[in-house]
């Protein structure tokens, strides 16, 4: 029985390897599981979509989706060629103004919902925001192993993206006042924004 080369039993560089073997375990790990985290966005994006009542909400995951159909595509081309993929990442663009309203007003305490027919657009939304956070992190985690350049390239951009997505999923839901903005008072925001100062730059 032919027992399986140890990959570790030589020490090799970069350039002496195909491009599609261009990278470490840890990274292919991380990189797993950052496109893992994608497809499940995905996937629940298509389980709200038939449930979701506003129209904004519906244009605003209808775009999302596309996109992250896009990313996906770009970061498994760029996992299985450690090449620049055929698609490369584009910037995401929001379709919605990013005026932010501050201030709590009463609202009712929440808690879990036991029945699916419960489910409103705050929770569709709420569930939006959390899978794009998770996309968001797992990328930067996968980005911050990759050893792979055009990979960690992928990754590095997908976070900016997901971190947009997310603001626009944010700036829906206070637009709705489902997320609520508390702030300071005018005295501990000044304290706190003039806590530093900026270094003067010594000549060497």
Known sequence: ?????????????????????????HAIFDAHEAISTVIGAMEHYKMYEQNIQCQQLQGILTNQYNYLSQTYNTMVDAYQSGQKPTQPTTLYNMEISNDVTYGMQPSQPKQPEQNPQQLNDQCYSSFMLGHLKACA????????????????????????????MAYEVFLYQNEKSYYQVPQFDDQTMTQLLNSYAPMTQQQH
Do not use: C, I, W, Y
């Open 1 to 25: 029985m032919q027992q399986q080369q140890n990959p570790n039993s030589q020490m090799k560089q970069s350039e002496s390897l195909p491009k599609d073997k261009s990278h470490g375990a």
């Open 137 to 164: 992190t797992g990328a930067t985690t996968a980005a911050l192993e990759a050893t792979n350049p055009v990979m960690r390239r992928v990754l590095q951009d997908s976070v900016a993206n997901f971190s947009e």
